[in-house]
């Protein structure tokens, strides 16, 4: 065997060892990817799950509160009319007692212009104030009704403030947890970062958003909040003005543009997107800009 061929038979081994090492090196890098991967999905899945139970809640609470609350309007309403209807009977007695002393003061003259009738008008007389105190009686158990229907009215206003406050808290924890999901969105929003090398797994694209449907009217609101941070802002607008996932609102300050916002998760009243800034203007948005679907 000749030095030449010796010194090839080195050269390859030499290669071949130094190409394993690449091996192994590209097969663990594009390993711990593919775990980075799954970790974030996973998640991702539970916090849409998370979501949903608090949606579900929300919902449940908010039904719940308005059951109660149509409730405690139907009591006040009746109590409200039973209350008219004992002032009404109240006003009655009053009138009621007044002729009644009429009465007695009209047969106390009799009985004193007339001797011969003062037995008579006396057993009168004691039968009209017999029926004063009867009414007395009766006034008082009103009265004593009508105090304890302003304290049933009274209990039921604190427990409707009660239920105004729950669902504050409520819609606070909501609040919440939409800015927990967008956080954990982000990622997937700007994608992994691109290796040097190809992928074990075949790369099939980033998720595109759904082209945007035109409105025949364009839709007109302010900027509440913007997370500069996060790229995100929610808008005064929600699911009862038309508005809906995948939208693009333009974000305008005077006669200025200042970017883009793609809707990502709408609420009833309110709506958070996605800011899409640009280069073209050197601005930043803010609570307060104007947003519509149309320039």
Same mark, same amino acid.
């Given at each position: ?9 080195v ?8 190409l394993?090492? +690449? ?8 390993a711990?990817?593919k775990k980075?991967?799954?970790d974030l999905?996973r998640e991702?899945?539970?916090?849409g799950?998370? /979501? %949903?139970t608090a ?5 449940q ?6 059951e109660?609350? /149509?409730?405690l /309007?139907?009591d ?8 008219q209807?004992?002032?009404?009977e109240f006003?009655? $007695?009053e ?7 009429q009465?007695?003061?009209?047969m $106390?003259?009799?009985?004193?212009? $007339?001797?011969q009738t ?7 007389f004691?039968a ?11 006034r008082? %158990?009103?009265?004593?009704k009508?105090?304890?229907t302003?304290?049933?009215? +009274?209990e039921?206003?604190?427990? +409707?403030e009660?239920?105004?406050? #729950? ?8 609040? #919440?947890?939409e800015?927990r999901?967008?956080?954990l969105?982000k990622p @997937?929003? #700007?994608?992994?970062?691109i290796?040097?090398k190809?992928?074990v797994?075949?790369? %099939?694209?980033? =998720?595109?958003?759904v082209?945007?449907a035109?409105? $025949?009217?364009?839709l007109q609101?302010?900027i509440?909040k913007?997370?500069l941070?996060?790229?995100m802002a929610e ?8 508005v ?5 609102f ?5 006669d200025? @543009?200042i970017?883009?916002?793609?809707i990502?998760? =709408?609420?009833t ?5 996605e800011l ?13 800009d %104007?947003v519509?679907?149309?320039l």
């Open positions: 065997m000749s030095t030449l061929t010796k010194i090839l038979i050269l390859l081994t030499l290669s071949s060892i130094f394993c090492g +690449i091996v192994v090196t590209y097969v663990a890098n594009a711990d990817w980075q991967h799954d999905k991702y899945i539970l916090a799950e998370d /979501k %949903k949606e579900e809640q929300l919902r609470r908010t039904n719940d509160y308005e109660l609350e /149509k409730d /309007k139907d006040l309403a009746r109590l409200d009319s039973k209350l209807d004992l002032q009404v006003t009655n $007695a009138r009621e007692e007044a002729r009644l002393r009465e007695v003061t009209d $106390a003259t009799v009985v004193q212009t $007339a001797n003062a037995q008579q008008q006396t057993k009168l004691e009209a104030q017999a029926e004063v105190a009867k009414l007395l009686a009766e008082t %158990k009103r009265v004593q009508l105090k304890e302003e304290d049933l009215l +009274i039921k206003m604190v427990q +409707i009660t239920l105004v406050t #729950e669902k504050k808290r409520l819609i606070e924890e909501k609040t #919440e947890l800015t999901l967008a956080k969105l @997937f929003e #700007e994608g992994p970062t290796p040097t190809p992928p797994t075949p790369d %099939k694209g980033k =998720v595109k958003p082209p945007i035109p409105t $025949a009217i364009a609101g302010l509440t913007v997370d941070k996060n790229s808008i005064s607008i929600g699911q009862v003005d038309g809906k996932e995948g939208m693009q333009h974000v305008a300050r005077g200025d @543009f970017c883009d916002i793609l990502v998760d =709408v609420d009243e309110t709506a958070v997107g899409k800034l640009t280069e073209v203007t050197k601005k930043q948005p803010k609570a307060g %104007k519509s679907t149309e």
